[in-house]
T-cell receptor, first 114, second 116 residues
Framework: DQQVKQNSPSLSVQEGRISILNCDYT??????FLWYKKYPAEGPTFLIS?????DKNEDGRFTVFLNKSAKHLSLHIVPSQPGDSAVYFC?????????????FGQGTILTVHP | ETGVTQSPTHLIKTRGQQVTLRCSSQ?????VSWYQQALGQGPQFIFQ???????GRGNFPPRFSGLQFPNYSSELNVNALELDDSALYLC???????????????FGPGTRLTVT
């Protein structure tokens, strides 16, 4: 039962263009969503998050959009840089006593070409 | 500020053996979560410890157990190792009262366990 899904295993983008990574979820109890970036031989690094009371959150080049009715979120990276090449995971939390339990998607490998 | 550290980096064990993995949480964090990441998959929640008590558990059998110490460091113990236990084990720390969201967890580099 995959409650968080990232249906694109990989994405290839040219430097300077926009990267859009997508994530779908099924559990309506999820109320907080996060994106993590992972380089080889390192642990996931927190990137950006969004609460279910918002539909957009920006941090520099990174913007996360949440569509609750569609149970869909996306991460936009503008402009994309070669250093952004990594595996990106979306994660969700149900809050309350479950806030510490993150449910992750399978990840999307982003490659940004110079 | 010290980040999350884990030891050892790599480990090779034989099926049926027992293993202990260690984690030191980020300074100021009192909550530690453990995740298992199989090859090509996202991390899967094993359990969480808050103030030395287990505070939530994922779909893992009882042979996966843990401890948290007064200094908030933590251990993950796995008994009767199976081949499918081969994975990257990640430790993450967080703190309900810390700046930022309590949902945000900060991960260590992981321990790569291989069971043969």
């Amino acid at each position: 039962d995959q409650q968080v899904k990232q249906n694109s295993p990989s994405l290839s983008v040219q430097e300077g263009r926009i990267s859009i990574l997508n994530c779908d979820y099924t559990n309506s109890m999820f109320d907080y969503f996060l994106w993590y970036k992972k380089y080889p031989a390192e642990g996931p690094t927190f990137l950006i998050s969004i609460s279910s009371i918002k539909d957009k959150n920006e941090d520099g080049r990174f913007t996360v959009f949440l569509n609750k009715s569609a149970k869909h979120l996306s991460l936009h990276i503008v402009p994309s840089q070669p250093g952004d090449s990594a595996v990106y995971f979306c994660a969700a939390s149900a809050g309350g006593t479950s806030y510490g339990k993150l449910t992750f998607g399978q990840g999307t490998i982003l490659t940004v070409h110079p | 500020e010290t980040g999350v550290t884990q030891s050892p980096t790599h480990l090779i064990k034989t099926r049926g053996q027992q293993v202990t993995l260690r984690c030191s949480s980020q300074s100021g964090h009192n909550t530690v979560s453990w995740y298992q990441q199989a090859l090509g998959q996202g991390p899967q929640f094993i359990f969480q410890y808050y103030r030395e008590e287990e505070n939530g558990r994922g779909n893992f059998p009882p042979r996966f157990s843990g401890l948290q110490f007064p200094n908030y460091s933590s251990e993950l113990n796995v008994n009767a190792l199976e081949l499918d236990d081969s994975a990257l084990y990640l430790c993450a720390s967080s703190s309900p009262g810390y700046s930022g969201s309590p949902y945000e967890q900060y991960f260590g580099p992981g321990t790569r366990l291989t069971v043969t």
